[in-house]
């Protein structure tokens, strides 16, 4: 049964720092994962999707990287603005998503 | 934190035929929400089920097509009517947590219409 795990499960960085967070996953027979933003009171926004055959996804100051074998992505932000602070999660997907538990995230301006 | 169930967890559909979708909540929910992922693009509400009234659709999104039902506060139902290839999407239920900024969302329904 796959099991997604995120930590941390909140973080609190002062504003320009580079961030990394963390999701792992124990079974590594995907079709793909995705990081997705969760804003108070809106929907999910979908930030990046790593196909399983890819090792890394970049938009803009986001970076996510997919390690299959090691069942673990790593979603990195760089130079962190206060708009940023929301909840991220990460989804494995087989023919359904597996969802971790998220990363509430604030930058402090 | 709540447990979401949905079936069927993945269906492969002819066009012009239609499709229920349900969703299980292992606690009693206020408002549920339908949410739908087309391939390589975000999620978009569909609408807002309230128990005991009308759903609320998102903008792009009628009654005729996807209706809602909602007869208790554990359990709602959409139904994507008439389906073509475009209605290929993930098909997600979410209920609001305790607190307003979290939401719970289901395994999802992977559907393929030909």
């Known amino acids: 049964k796959q099991e997604v795990t995120q930590i941390p499960a909140a973080l609190s960085v002062p504003e320009g720092e580079n961030l990394v967070l963390n999701c792992s996953f124990t079974?590594?027979?995907?079709?793909?994962l995705q990081w997705f933003r969760q804003d108070p009171g809106k929907g999910l926004t979908s930030l990046l999707l790593i196909q399983s055959s890819q090792r890394e996804q970049t938009s803009g100051r986001l970076n996510a990287s997919l390690d299959k074998s090691s069942g673990r992505s790593t979603l990195y932000i760089a130079a962190s603005q206060p708009g940023d602070s929301a909840t991220y999660l990460c989804?494995?997907?087989?023919?359904?998503?597996?969802w971790g538990a998220g990363t509430k995230l604030i930058i402090k301006p | 934190s709540a447990v979401i169930s949905q079936k069927p967890s993945r269906d492969i559909c002819q066009r012009g035929t239609s499709l229920t979708i349900q969703c299980q909540v292992d606690?009693?929910?206020?408002?549920m929400f339908w949410y739908r992922q087309q391939p390589g693009q975000s999620l978009t509400l569909i609408a807002t089920?309230?128990?005991?009234?009308?759903?609320?659709?998102e903008s792009g999104f009628v009654i005729d097509k996807f209706p809602i039902s909602r007869p208790n506060l554990t359990f709602s139902t959409l139904t994507v009517s008439n389906m073509s290839p475009e209605d290929s999407s993930i098909y997600l239920c979410?209920?609001?947590?305790?607190?307003?900024?979290?939401?719970?969302f289901g395994p999802g329904t992977r559907l393929l219409v030909l």
């Open positions: 079974d590594s027979a995907i079709y793909n």
């Open positions: 606690s009693q929910v206020t408002m």
């Open positions: 979410s209920v609001e947590g305790n607190r307003a900024e979290t939401q719970y």
């Open positions: 089920a309230n128990q005991g009234s009308e759903a609320t659709y």
């Open positions: 989804a494995v997907v087989n023919y359904q998503l597996i």
